[in-house]
């Protein structure tokens, strides 16, 4: 019996605990998921934005180059002559203008109507700021075929890069001159209309880019197939911009003519953005112009006809007036599309002293110097009023 019921008391024992509640199992809370934070848009690239200088004509008459000469140092020195136009093409990113003469290391010097100048003029304009020169012009074969090789080689020497004439066949060959613009690649290329009647070297007819077939006759055939061509290998090296840096129009007129303005028209529509024009000793008006692409877009090219001189000793009307055109360029780096967005210039007088030890000196229009005498504040007066006049703003 005592074994019965300690073998009863012991089942239900068993029950019991098979029927107790079972311990509690801790279970972690489950971890909060983050809300993500919002994927910030990308802020738009900045745009590129860079200026371009242009100066008018180069022209080297004797009285300029006599005035250049340095007794004390023995030397040609052209620096203090355009001096006051140095802020405006050294503070440019890039500087432009039009050499209309010859250069060499060696005399005899000439003006007009063969150009000959020391080839210091290339040191010393690489000096003040310039970096390409267009050698196309109506005297570049003032001194035959030697006199163009001369030049270039005084350019090349002086760390200034040249459109428009050529050594060689090789070098005729690729037209463009790519330059770093601040940042923007601009394509140039540069022509002429023709060379004062002076016939292409023969065999080497490759030495001058000329925009006309007739240029020793009428003057009146533009050479398409060569500016369609040339424009066409210039956009195919995608440069942000094209510009063509030509030297046409008649001299001493203040305004353009339709000629001027269909030439324009033919070159923005095969890819030029800027073209900037010299050759009528004066300034002449500047504009947009816009025309069907090759492509059959819309395109909006501006338009310098002239500047006038930059620096010469002409004394007919206007001759002596000029202006340092700065151009505002910018790519939007979001779409990629360069364009110019700006223009201003600082009007500019090549003033002739007498009596001085500096004869020629291109002066600064937009500010009247202190203690300028009546003669010369009238003067500046009126370059100043001529250039507002004629670029019409």
């Known amino acids: ?25 801790s279970t972690p809370a489950p971890e909060a998921t983050p809300t993500p934070s919002p994927t910030p848009e990308p802020s738009p690239p900045p745009p590129t934005v860079a200026t371009l200088a242009v100066c008018g004509d180069v022209m080297t008459h004797l009285p300029v180059t006599n005035d250049a000469w340095d007794e004390e140092q023995g030397i040609y020195d052209y620096t203090p002559i355009f001096e006051q136009a140095r802020p405006y093409v050294e503070g440019a990113d890039y500087a432009v203008a039009n050499l209309e003469t010859t250069l060499s290391p060696q005399g005899p010097y000439s003006g007009y109507p063969a150009f000959r100048a020391p080839a210091a003029l290339a040191e010393d304009l ?205 790519r939007d780096n979001e779409t990629g599309e360069t364009a110019v967005t700006g223009w201003s210039y600082v009007p500019m007088l090549m003033v002739r002293r007498n009596g001085t030890e500096r004869v020629f000196t291109l002066t600064d229009a937009s500010v009247i110097p202190a203690g300028a005498d009546g003669s010369l504040v009238q003067c500046l007066e009126e370059a100043k009023e001529n250039c507002l006049e004629i670029f019409g703003f």
């Open 1 to 25: 019996m005592h074994r019965f019921a300690a073998l009863t008391a012991a089942l239900l024992l068993a029950a019991l605990a098979g029927c107790a509640a079972p311990a509690p199992v």
């Open 126 to 330: 690489k000096e003040v700021g310039f970096d390409l020169l267009l050698t196309a012009n109506n005297h570049c074969l003032d001194k035959g075929y030697d006199g163009l090789v001369s030049t270039l080689e005084a350019l090349d020497e002086a760390g200034l890069a040249h459109v428009g004439t050529y050594a060689s066949a090789e070098e005729a060959a690729s037209p463009v001159s790519l330059a770093d613009v601040g940042g923007i690649t601009v394509a140039f290329l540069g022509y002429t209309y023709g060379t004062n009647g002076i016939p292409l070297p023969q065999g080497k007819e490759w030495a001058v880019n000329l925009f006309l077939t007739d240029y020793l006759t009428t003057l009146s055939t533009p050479d398409t197939e060569k500016l369609e061509a040339d424009l066409a290998a210039a956009r195919s090296m995608e440069p942000d911009l094209i510009a063509v840096m030509i030297h046409w129009g008649v001299e001493y007129r203040t305004e353009q003519n339709s000629y001027q303005e269909e030439m324009a028209d033919l070159l923005i529509a095969n890819g030029a953005d800027l073209v900037l024009g010299g050759h009528s000793h004066v300034p002449q008006p500047m504009e947009t112009r816009t025309v069907t692409g090759w492509d059959g877009s819309q395109r909006t090219g501006f338009v310098c006809y002239s500047l006038g001189n930059f620096i010469s000793s002409q004394v007919d009307p206007l001759t002596d007036t000029t202006a340092a055109l700065t151009l505002e360029l910018t």
